[in-house]
């Protein structure tokens, strides 16, 4: 099984069935009760918030679908195996309940557990698929989140296994369930990734959306915005995966959490936005404020996290204050997202060329704030000022008649370590902690050479001596200096044999590409679909 040497390209990898990009072609948008009420759901949670969603405007906004979490059923099936609700919790039933919901405009969803039981200890989906699968279609759901306890073993082999007898079921009904997938979050965090990475190459043949990490924080859990901050680092380091039909789903919008300031809540909105996630708020919506209405419906973000391109923003660089991310746009537009972690409101420059706009010098560009709508015009480099924990975020639009270059820029890091690519002085490049320098901000550039801002003119290079020795030469477009990305995050090299490595003490080396070794999964820029 597994493959010692790269044989999937990108694209290929990437290549969703076709009928999997129209089950959910940008990332879906509404409501789940679990974040904020967990097990306390009932008919009138859900009346009373589709109610508030058309008069507030979220519907009218984009969020057209209302998702029951767990704790819904019975505690036992009937007698033909069919899973029941609860009529104390839901008195008119789920199908009453469905129309109720498409009666004024929304899609209605449901939660099941690939396991023998569900978290919360109610019937678990494992041998009654088909009979699960029918009983949701017939009540009119068309939306299941499917969780993974209770799955025995918990292996990676086991989850693909129970997954992937979903995935044939749903996809042979003359209408899919939307499917979203909480298997990779039982392998993530761990101390080797292999498993996590390797249930991230499967969840977007089997499925439209993965919940790969962390469940966001619940209303009784404190540390909201740190929640926000782990979620939000699991979700950068598997933009690779994303394209359109398939979203990386970093959970709930946490909007009435009490442990959030507005800009937190703003933050939070506008990250997600930022990577094309799923924007489902988990929160007393009949009590929401006008401020917190007036973000959630904001046109210019929502109209980002729908972009059709369907791509997630990747990151520029990290200096442990600030994070700058950029995404490219269907219609050619780069978005630009910045975050500032530190405690004291401050100011950044960013260049043109950190947004990927390679030979920009003097040319002019227009840039739109997302949050306010201004426009202004920027030549070179743009200075963003951004509260204490909040988030800016600009589409940049080339002028017309100028033909400026699209280069992916970014950081190269190491999805376990974290460590990011640095070149050097005197032909040195290194694994090292992530400051924001040009010496860690890298262009791939069409002919797959790879140079950091720090010198242009050097590029990548595999040496080809018997150490696997890796260092920065001039570029001269020879194959030791072209390099090959692939979903499964390896870099290898066209003109020597192996995979870009992290060493011992952040010494960069090529070494035989082994299979999804924390030492060779990397996130990489991109810049368009297919990178
Ligand atoms: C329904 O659930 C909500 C939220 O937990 C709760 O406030 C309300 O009292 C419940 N209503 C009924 C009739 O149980
Ligand atoms: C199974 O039983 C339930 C409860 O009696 C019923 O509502 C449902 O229609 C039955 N399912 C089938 C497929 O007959
Ligand atoms: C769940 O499944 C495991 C193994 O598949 C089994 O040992 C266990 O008894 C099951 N639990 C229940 C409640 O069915
Ligand atoms: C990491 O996990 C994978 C898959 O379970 C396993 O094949 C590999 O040997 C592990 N690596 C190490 C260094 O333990
Ligand atoms: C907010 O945090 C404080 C201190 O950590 C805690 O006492 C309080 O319960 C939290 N509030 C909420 C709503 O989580
Ligand atoms: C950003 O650039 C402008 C113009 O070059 C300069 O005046 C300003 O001091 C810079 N701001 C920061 C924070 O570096
Ligand atoms: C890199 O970061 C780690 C963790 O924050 C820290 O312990 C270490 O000292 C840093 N190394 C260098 C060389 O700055
Ligand atoms: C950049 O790299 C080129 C090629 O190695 C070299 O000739 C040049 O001196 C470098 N520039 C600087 C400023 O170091």
């Not at 597994?2 to 694209?11: M, R």
């Not at 209408?175 to 101390?191: M, N, Q, R, T, V």
């Not at 070149?423 to 010496?439: L, P």
Request: net charge negative; hydrophobic share 35%; with cysteine.
């Amino acid at each position: 099984m597994h493959i010692q040497t790269p044989l999937l390209t990108l694209t290929t990898s990437l290549a969703l069935s076709s009928a999997s990009k129209s089950v959910l072609p940008t990332p879906s948008m509404g409501f789940n009760n679990w974040a904020r009420f967990e097990c306390a759901l009932n008919e009138s949670l859900f009346t009373a918030t589709a109610d508030a969603m058309v008069s507030k405007g979220l519907l009218a906004a984009g969020y057209n679908r209302l998702n029951i979490d767990d704790c819904w059923p019975l505690h036992s099936r009937a007698s033909n195996g069919s899973l029941q609700w609860d009529p104390e919790k839901f008195p008119h039933g789920l199908p009453w309940l469905g129309q109720y919901l498409k009666d004024r405009g929304f899609n209605f969803g449901i939660y099941s557990d690939a396991g023998n039981s569900t978290c919360g200890g109610y019937p678990g989906s494992l041998g009654y698929e088909e009979i699960d699968a029918e009983t949701f279609k017939s009540w009119g759901i068309d939306y299941l989140k499917l969780d993974g306890c209770y799955v025995d073993p918990s292996t990676e082999a086991r989850y693909k296994q129970i997954y992937g007898h979903w995935h044939q079921i749903l996809s042979a009904m003359s209408e899919p369930l939307i499917f979203s997938e909480s298997a990779p979050a039982y392998f993530s965090g761990e101390d080797n990734l292999t498993d996590w990475y390797t249930v991230m190459d499967w969840v977007p043949k089997y499925g439209e959306l993965a919940r790969h990490s962390d469940d966001i924080a619940t209303f009784d859990d404190p540390d909201a915005w740190s929640s926000i901050l782990t979620n939000y680092g699991y979700e950068v380091l598997l933009a690779r995966h994303q394209a359109a039909g398939y979203f990386n789903d970093p959970d709930f919008l946490i909007v009435d959490h009490g442990n959030l300031t507005l800009d937190e809540k703003k933050s939070h909105f506008a990250l997600w936005a930022s990577f094309g996630a799923p924007l489902i708020i988990s929160a007393w919506i009949p009590g929401l404020e006008a401020e917190e209405i007036e973000y959630l419906t904001n046109k210019n973000l929502i109209e980002v996290d729908q972009d059709a391109l369907g791509l997630q923003a990747t990151l520029v660089s990290q200096d442990g204050t600030w994070d700058v991310l950029t995404r490219s746009l269907a219609n050619g537009d780069r978005l630009l997202t910045v975050l500032n972690r530190g405690a004291e409101e401050g100011t950044l420059n960013v260049s043109m060329v950190r947004a990927g706009y390679a030979d920009s010098q003097g040319q002019e560009f227009e840039v739109k704030d997302l949050w306010t709508g201004d426009v202004s015009t920027v030549t070179d480099e743009i200075e963003v000022t951004v509260p204490s924990h909040g988030t800016k975020v600009f589409i940049i639009s080339a002028s017309e008649g100028c033909e400026s270059s699209l280069v992916p820029t970014g950081m190269v890091f190491n999805t376990k370590s974290l460590h990011c690519l640095t070149a050097g002085s005197a032909g040195a490049v290194g694994w090292t902690n992530c400051t924001g320098a040009d010496a860690q901000v890298w262009q791939v550039n069409d002919g797959r050479t790879v140079s950091s801002l720090g010198n242009t003119s050097e590029c990548l290079t595999a040496v080809n001596d018997e150490k696997g020795s890796v260092a920065m030469e001039a570029c001269k477009s020879s194959t030791t200096q072209k390099w090959g990305y692939m979903v499964t995050g390896n870099i290898w090299s066209l003109g020597a044999k192996g995979c870009l490595t992290e060493g011992a003490s952040g010494s960069v080396t090529l070494s035989a590409c082994g299979f999804e070794r924390n030492d060779q999964v990397f996130e990489m820029p991109s810049g368009s679909a297919g990178h």
